[in-house]
């Protein structure tokens, strides 16, 4: 069965300075990964995805996240975070069903950024 | 384009009285999934549609749980009766089921509190 692990639950970091949120997945075959973020109240936005070529994906807000293997990782990195950040992320791999996809999750990772 | 819309946002309720939450997918979007979000944990699927049938119901509590999609469109979800531990965020997303990958697109959530 697919998981998916997010060591980090929380990660304080100042507005300005690089981020980067770790993701360990297991899936038996080549993952569809992905990343979300929820912010208070809010629903879950996608911010990038893989599923296969190249292995570093950029997505919206600046994020980018590259898929490594042999670490059975998906990493989420921002070069420069911004106090909108803060939120929660989560990362999913996906495995494919009748007509759409079974999300499972990662337990999230809590992004505070100090000004 | 509207998005995933969910009512009510928030619910409170005693345990063993009975809630039904409503999603409206967005227009065109053949498959419906409920997601239940712990405090703390990641979105866990509940169910998910494919018009009005259903595709995946292997984590949903059917002892209480019931959902249904009437004409493939709306979709309720029921339960009945309440526990302590169904205190959580009920999430509706919706996707297409063409294309290689067919993101899914979250509502809001309703949050259940239960006493």
């Known amino acids: 069965a697919q998981s998916v692990t997010q060591p980090d639950i929380h990660i304080t970091v100042s507005e300005g300075a690089s981020l980067e949120l770790r993701c360990n997945y297991s899936y038996g075959a080549t993952p569809y990964l992905f990343w979300y973020v929820q912010s208070p109240g809010q629903g879950l936005q996608l911010l990038l995805k893989y599923f296969s070529g190249d292995t570093l994906v950029q997505g919206i807000k600046g994020f980018e996240a590259e898929f490594k293997r042999s670490q059975s990782s998906f990493n989420l990195r921002k070069p420069s975070v911004h106090w909108s950040d803060a939120a929660e992320y989560f990362c999913?791999?996906?495995?494919?069903?009748?007509?759409?996809?079974?999300?499972?999750f990662g337990t999230g990772t809590q992004l505070k950024v100090e000004l | 384009e509207a998005g995933v819309a969910q009512s009510p946002r928030y619910k409170i309720i005693e345990k063993r009285q009975s809630v039904a939450f409503w999603c409206n997918p967005i227009?065109?979007?053949?498959?419906l999934y409920w997601y239940q979000q712990i405090l703390g944990q990641g979105p866990k699927l509940l169910i998910q549609f494919q018009n009005n049938g259903v595709v995946d119901d292997s984590q949903l509590p059917k002892d209480r749980f019931s959902a249904e999609r009437l004409k493939g469109v709306d979709s309720t979800l029921k339960i009945q009766p309440a526990k302590l531990e169904d205190s959580a965020v009920y999430l509706c997303?919706?996707?297409?089921?063409?294309?290689?990958?067919?993101?899914?697109?979250f509502g809001p959530g309703t949050r259940l509190t239960v006493l």
């Open positions: 997303a919706s996707s297409t089921t063409t294309g290689t990958y067919n993101e899914q697109f």
């Open positions: 999913a791999v996906a495995k494919r069903t009748g007509g759409g996809n079974k999300l499972t």
């Open positions: 227009s065109g979007h053949a498959t």
